[in-house]
């Protein structure tokens, strides 16, 4: 379903694809998946693919960091949302970043987490699918061929790294269930669902400021309070001449270094206790997890849901179960915040619990994007 204003390329016709394969992700089934599905699908629409099979966390990052990849017509990811991460960092490593991310990216489910793949699912109208019939329909879009825009979060950390991320970034509850379940791989998309029962039975609090940039406080205006004499450039504030080399980084207009205070206008949450914060930019959190019904692809928007404590186990888990249909909100839990944002800050109050980007861990610190 092409949202108005949104503007398709077309891969070329015969198409070399580059296939980036874990074969240890989720239940460990990509590679045979790959064989008995997609091949077939992808040889019938003259797509030739190249089989790239990880061996090692970071191999994909290198591989597309350092290679020549003019050879290929698409970058395609078989595996779970952690490995396209790796692929999105790798190209925005490169010198020639700005034309190597122009390369048209395809997500194939392979994992236990398969967000993105569900969320363009959706996004493509078709109805709620898992397993092979999601990887069937992923595979059916990329032999179609039509790609479109997706945007990225800048997300920086108080140690001085900076990650680019198409998915979320989490703390607290569901973070937890991400990495505390990762020793139930092998039961695929089911580890979810048993690692949120054991966090719930352990629930805990978090402290910290939670900060953000309201999406509300623009309406009718441009996307960011700016020199209205500064050139503009795609919604990012072009800096002077000369200080952006080529092949820098694009800056992060909207947000002041993380020692400062946030901008004035910026809205800092009264409450300081949470059980879980989420800054989410696609539709699905998981295969059965429709986080953000209102997300788009490319919707210049940040999806930031938080939970503040107090919230019951019984109220949490109802929560839960109506996020499977996206109705979590019509149950108006007083505890459950959601606002569309485009920059937040997060700042700990001690490094407790743990903090994921894509569904990766990092150390807990301050972090804005």
């Known amino acids: ?36 599905v997609v091949q077939p699908m992808l040889a019938e629409a003259d797509i030739a693919t190249t089989v790239f099979v990880t061996e090692r966390p970071h191999h994909a990052h290198e591989k597309v960091r350092d290679e020549d990849l003019s050879q290929w017509d698409t970058l395609v990811v078989m595996s779970g949302d952690g490995l396209l991460f790796e692929v999105v960092n790798g190209l925005m490593e ?24 569900a969320s363009i699912n959706y996004y493509a109208g078709y109805d709620h699918v898992a397993k092979k019939k999601l990887l069937t329909n992923c595979t059916f879009i990329l032999c179609k061929g039509l790609y479109t825009q997706m945007d990225l979060v800048s997300l920086s950390t108080a140690s001085g790294k900076r990650f680019f991320s198409f998915l979320g970034f989490g703390w607290g509850f569901i973070s937890d269930v991400d990495i505390d379940s990762e020793k139930y791989r092998w039961l695929g998309s089911a580890r979810f669902t048993l690692g949120t029962l054991q966090c719930l039975a352990k629930l805990r609090v978090y402290q910290g400021r939670l900060s953000y940039l309201p999406i509300a406080t623009e309406q009718g205006s441009s996307p960011a309070p700016r020199d209205p004499h500064a050139p503009v450039n795609n919604g990012h504030i072009l800096q002077p001449a000369g200080t952006e080399g080529p092949g820098s980084l694009p800056p992060d207009s909207l947000l002041v270094p993380l020692g400062q205070p946030v901008p004035a206008h910026w809205t800092v949450v009264p409450e300081e206790e949470f059980v879980l914060v989420y800054a989410i930019y696609q539709s699905h959190l998981g295969t059965n997890l429709l986080m953000a019904p209102a997300a788009r692809l490319h919707d210049g928007c940040i999806h930031l849901f938080y939970m503040k404590a107090g919230i019951s186990r019984v109220t949490l888990l109802k929560l839960f179960l109506a996020m499977s249909r996206g109705t979590h909100l019509d149950l108006n839990c007083p505890h459950l915040c959601y606002v569309p944002v485009r920059a937040f800050r997060l700042e700990p109050r001690v490094a407790a619990g743990i903090m994921t980007v894509d569904g990766e861990a990092l150390a807990c610190e301050p972090v804005q994007g």
């Open 1 to 36: 379903c092409p949202s108005p204003g949104d503007s398709y390329g077309v891969l070329p016709r015969p198409c070399h694809a580059l296939v980036l394969l874990n074969p240890q992700s989720g239940s460990g089934r990509a590679l045979d998946d790959f064989q008995a």
């Open 94 to 117: 490169r010198p020639d970043w700005k034309e190597a991310m122009k390369k048209p990216l395809c997500i194939l489910p392979g994992g236990s987490g398969n967000a993105l793949a």
